[in-house]
């Protein structure tokens, strides 16, 4: 049967029916979220499942939900990007469908979409590191999602670099990773030093030398390669899955996370381990949402 995959991020839903076996796209569409109110991205994704679902026999497809943001159970816990806090969104999105959604962190449905059928096809023991605009993960641990005692597992982007005084960070706390090291947040502290551009810009100065420059990004990607290289020790994935806007356009941080990484898990830990780039691109999360949907 096809399922239907939704992926909402800050600035654009997407909606796709999606094959089963092959995870293969069968239609898509995107909408940007111009009014970021629950009510109005509700109807967005309502007018985009109409859209993809015309033509194919989807009326009793399941259908998963990726979202940017933290997630129990249906409600939205926090989405900075969306300025969400405390959501019930999952209850009035199925009310709007028409039939039960299953509601899941973006991270997860890209981490599930990479098993499923990119990077990460055949491991049943991953770890997922999107850097983008923030800073996310997933678990999948013997072939199942870890969510924790309640649904807010792997956050990893909110992981602490520094106990006191650190940047604040947009889940409200201070001194996360993702406040040094999400695209968003970087560019930031990167305008604040006076280093100018993005993310990108710098990595192409600290490469060259520049000081300023260069001190971020040790620190950043520093610690970033760190923090991911614990994860491994306790974790001791097969497969170190990285993705996201800023590691794909940054080679450089690949690089150096994957040097960290198989220096500094430890030696048990990175026995066998493989460090690769997420191959769905923006798929891998509408992919994921619609597998994981069909359970
Ligand atoms: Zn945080």
Redesign the pocket.
């Known amino acids: 049967m096809l399922a239907l995959g939704i992926d909402i991020g800050g600035t654009n839903a997407r909606a796709a029916v999606v094959e089963p076996v092959t995870g293969r796209l069968v239609s898509s569409a995107k909408e940007a979220l111009v009014d970021r109110s629950p009510a109005a991205v509700v109807a967005v994704v309502a007018a985009l499942v109409e859209r993809v679902s015309r033509g194919h026999d989807v009326a009793r497809a399941p259908v998963g939900v990726g979202f940017a943001g933290m997630l129990r159970g249906d409600v939205v816990v926090n989405a900075p990007n969306l300025h969400w806090r405390d959501v019930d969104f999952g209850g009035p999105l199925a009310r709007a469908l028409g039939r039960p959604v299953r509601l899941v962190n973006d991270l997860s449905a890209a981490a599930w979409g990479e098993l499923s059928g990119g990077a990460a096809r055949g491991a049943r023991d991953t770890f997922t590191v999107f850097v983008g605009t923030g800073v996310g993960s997933a678990i999948i641990s013997g072939g199942r999602l870890l969510s924790g005692a309640t649904g807010v597992a792997a956050e990893f982007?909110?992981v602490k670099l520094v106990a006191e005084g650190g940047r604040r960070?947009?889940?409200?706390?201070h001194g996360?990773l993702?406040?040094y090291m999400g695209g968003a947040k970087l560019t930031e502290w990167m305008a604040e030093s006076g280093v100018a551009g993005t993310p990108s810009d710098l990595e192409r100065l600290a490469l060259q030398g520049d000081a300023p420059a260069k001190g971020l990004y040790d620190f950043a990607v520093g610690h970033l390669a760190l923090a991911i290289a614990n994860q491994v020790t306790v974790l001791n994935p097969a497969v170190v899955v990285l993705g996201g806007g800023v590691l794909s356009r940054c080679p450089g941080m690949v690089r150096r996370v994957t040097d960290v990484v198989m220096t500094r898990a430890s030696a048990a830990s990175r026995q066998g381990l493989e460090v690769k780039l997420a191959e769905l691109g923006d798929d891998s999360g509408l992919v994921g949402a619609a597998l994981l949907a069909q359970g």
Do not use: D, Q, S, V
Request: net charge negative; charged share 20%.
């Open positions: 982007g909110h960070c947009g889940c409200g706390e996360c993702e406040a």
